[in-house]
């Protein structure tokens, strides 16, 4: 008889302990061990234990484990939660099993030796086969449904509860998210603020709609937000700085003259232009978008476009608007010099048209659905043993979930969005097909959207300086962990696993759209680096840096209207602080979209900053090792943005790595 030294690691999480009786089978090269019980009676969160697996002889190398809990007689099942189990073989060589997932039912459930193997790889049936059961399972865990016509496609699932346990949310996670959405919406009832239809009779009442709820930057934007310096600062490190880009032609349809505009130090428009100090920010995808009817009252959204001028002194200011794609006498160009009420009005309806172009093109669509096709197609086609799975499934976390509750608390037919947006509705898929149709793998990665957007030398624009170190932090982790794997561009082309994972996104997510860039296959070791270092910044960086900023700049509404009740102004001289009240959201809708961005700027006590990776899914040194040097390097990033952002008025920190997710979990 030989022994195996057998350790089950159980995870330090709520509920993970079991009260079942666990059985273990070792499968290897050369045989499998008897179904064997691990004696004992209760496995604890948290707990390390260690058994004795015995058999006739040498199973050889081992390749798998089959693991199953069943219950006695009159006993409660319970679901138990396992992060990995190490085995010592009698010949002294350790095998690592990464497991991290719940066990709830009493199937039996396979799981491969923790080192990282493509198909190709495989030198016997028993893994062969493995992965295959994997996978067809997998396909039926994680299948596809059409959300809508020209949109990505979305997981299969009846509401967040109905996903496999393994991609759900923690019981801390679900808690915490639980208590503060009850919470916010308890104070605003007390306040009565949740049924009020009126309008606000002044400003300064805003501030008592969440008044123990607030962040030094919203205090501030609360103070600043009428200011032209603030408006323009938030177009490059606001929660959508992806809008802005230098114009060194206006567009036809933006008749802005060189008298109109006032240029510092005798300057003028054309000149400027020429020395490229001229932005622009052109919202025309929502151009002839019908606004949704709240509360049975019609809605308004604009598609403006917005002139910015780079000063001597380096800041950014507003010098032009115009409300609407068509310059008509009815839809004047409106000015600095222009009345203080007409000038706030043009602003506020830009704000609006923001509004919505950051919640559903650049946050919802570029990170939030992107990543739920990254997350299934991954799910479905790669499987645990797979190294682009140990690479990828971190930046997962969460994102599943996250996205059906979405679906049914946001953007569903009885959603916040839905009812109390000007962009919800009917709009809200228009215009989120029509924003997947302009989708380009360029707009994606931030070095090429930077370039196209012609932006490189814009002073004062962290997000950029930010994004670009993280971006190459990235790409320089992810190529040392590809390059370990595929040693040519023939093994890329050679993992069929691969191959059909970059095939359903590309069919699925950016539908075949072949003018969108997105590779529909990969060629080289190089196509394969850049795709995946899009996916892993889209599903942390971007994300937090269109998220996190979500209450700091939407805490005070006026700087961030869910929608507006009036008509844009088709005349100057005809606005007022009486037409201002008026035309932004009356008070119960104000209550819940400050609600609303409060809780999706929260982050639970369970998150886990990017280049952290507790569940340790590689098991072999270098990739290891390149995992110590990516936090390493983002270690060094976050002290340096610290120590630029100490001589900051206003610091930006989204893109610190240490307030960056792993993952998409909020």
């Not at 080192?115 to 790889?121: I, N, P, Q």
């Not at 000015?335 to 950051?358: C, M, Q, R, Y």
Request: proline share 6%.
């Amino acid at each position: 008889m030989v022994d195996y030294e057998v350790t089950v690691y159980t995870g330090d999480r709520a509920y993970a302990t079991t009260v079942n009786p666990v059985h273990i089978k070792l499968v290897g090269t050369e045989g499998e061990s008897a179904r064997t019980w691990l004696s004992s009676w209760v496995i604890f969160r948290g707990a390390v234990s260690t058994y004795t697996v015995s058999c006739p002889k040498s199973l050889g190398r081992l390749v798998l484990i089959e693991l199953d809990k069943r219950q006695f007689r009159l006993m409660f099942g319970d679901a138990w939660f396992p992060d990995k189990v190490e085995i010592k073989s009698p010949e002294r060589d350790i095998y690592t099993f990464p497991i991290y997932c719940w066990i709830s039912d009493r199937e039996t459930h396979c799981f491969r030796e923790g080192k990282a193997l493509r198909m190709f790889d495989e030198s016997n049936s028993l893994g062969r086969n493995a992965r295959k059961q994997e996978l067809s399972q997998r396909s039926v865990d994680y299948a596809w449904e059409l959300f809508s016509v020209g949109l990505p496609y979305i997981i299969k699932a009846d509401g967040p509860t109905s996903l496999p346990d393994e991609v759900q949310f923690s019981f801390t996670k679900r808690t915490e998210f639980v208590f503060t959405a009850m919470t916010g919406l308890a104070e605003l009832r007390l306040k009565g603020l949740v049924d009020n239809q009126e309008n606000w009779q002044n400003l300064d009442d805003i501030n008592d709609v969440f008044h123990y709820k607030e962040t030094p930057l919203s205090n501030y934007v609360q103070e600043h937000w009428k200011e032209d310096w603030l408006f323009a600062y938030q177009f490059l490190n606001g929660v959508n700085p992806n809008m802005i880009r230098r114009c060194k032609t206006l567009p036809n349809n933006f008749p802005v003259t060189e008298d109109m505009v006032s240029i510092p130090n005798g300057s003028n428009l054309s000149n400027e232009l020429k020395q490229g100090n001229i932005y622009l920010c052109d919202f025309k995808n929502l151009n002839g978008m019908p606004a949704n009817t709240v509360q049975g009252k019609q809605q308004y959204l604009t598609a403006p476009l917005v002139l910015l001028h780079k000063r001597p002194n380096d800041k950014l200011m507003p010098i032009a608007i115009q409300l609407k794609q068509t310059p008509a006498e009815d839809n004047p160009i409106f000015l600095p010099t222009d009345s203080d009420n007409d000038w706030l009005t043009a602003k506020i309806f830009v704000k609006g048209a923001n509004f919505t172009e950051h919640q559903l093109n650049v946050h919802l669509l570029r990170t939030h659905l992107l990543a739920e096709v990254f997350a299934v197609s991954l799910l479905r086609n790669l499987p645990m043993v797979h190294p682009l799975y140990k690479l990828l499934i971190p930046h997962t976390r969460y994102t599943l979930h996250i996205n059906e509750l979405s679906r049914a608390r946001l953007t569903g037919p009885t959603g916040v969005f839905t009812k109390f947006g000007a962009s919800g509705g009917e709009t809200l898929t228009k215009f989120l097909a029509r924003s997947q149709s302009l989708i380009t793998y360029r707009s994606l990665c931030i070095p090429d959207d930077i370039a196209d957007r012609d932006l490189q030398d814009l002073p004062n624009f962290y997000y950029r300086d930010d994004g670009l170190q993280l971006w190459t932090i990235i790409f320089k982790f992810v190529q040392g962990v590809i390059q370990h794997y595929y040693k040519s561009d023939d093994e890329v082309q050679r993992d069929s696993e691969l191959q059909t994972w970059i095939r359903d996104i590309f069919e699925h997510g950016f539908l075949s759209q072949s003018q969108s860039g997105i590779p529909p296959s990969f060629m080289t070791v190089p196509e394969l680096t850049k795709f995946t270092t899009m996916v892993m910044f889209t599903c942390s960086c971007q994300h937090a840096a269109v998220n996190s900023g979500q209450y700091d700049y939407g805490g005070w509404m006026p700087n961030t209207p869910t929608t507006l009740q009036r008509a844009p102004p088709t005349k100057k001289g005809t606005t007022s602080k009486s037409t201002i009240l008026e035309t932004l959201p009356p008070i119960n809708v104000t209550a819940q979209g400050m609600a609303s961005a409060w809780l999706l700027s929260q982050p639970s006590s369970d998150f886990v900053p990017l280049g952290h990776y507790p569940e340790e899914h590689f098991t072999e040194e270098i990739p290891r090792q390149l995992q110590k040097d990516f936090k390493a390097e983002l270690d060094e990033l976050s002290i340096k943005i610290n120590n630029r952002n100490e001589g900051l008025e206003i610091r930006y920190t989204y893109l610190d790595p240490k307030n960056i997710e792993n993952s998409i979990a909020i």
